[in-house]
């Protein structure tokens, strides 16, 4: 039997994170569906259940080598991050652009 190990990273949800990602910030639908991946944990901001993002970038990520292992790689490279912030259970998301 084959085990396949799930990895710690995913494509962005197809949410209100999208929509925010391409109005307020202009990205366009194929580097987000080709390039931007994310981690996600579960937490509460101001009271209210919310699903925490760290968004980058694959290439940048194969170029430096960096395995992603989940949400504490980012502690550790913090470089890599290109968004972060949260999107709502009722949808709506809260992402800004991560200075460097």
């Known amino acids: 039997m084959w085990f396949f190990k799930k990895s710690a ?11 925010h990602l391409m109005q307020d910030h202009h ?22 259940k ?6 980058f970038d694959l290439r940048e990520m194969k170029k430096q080598k960096i395995e992603i292992l989940g949400w504490e790689t980012f502690d550790q490279h913090p470089e890599l991050i290109v968004f972060q912030g949260y999107y709502t259970k ?11």
Request: aromatic share 12%; hydrophobic share 45%; proline share 4%.
């Open 27 to 48: 990205m366009d639908a194929d580097t987000l569906l080709n390039y931007m991946r994310c981690v996600m944990k579960e937490g509460e901001w101001e009271g209210e």
């Open 90 to 100: 009722s949808d709506q998301a809260f992402l800004e652009r991560k200075l460097l």
């Open 50 to 55: 919310v699903t925490f993002m760290r968004i």
């Open 9 to 19: 990273y995913r494509p962005i949800p197809a949410n209100a994170c999208w929509v």
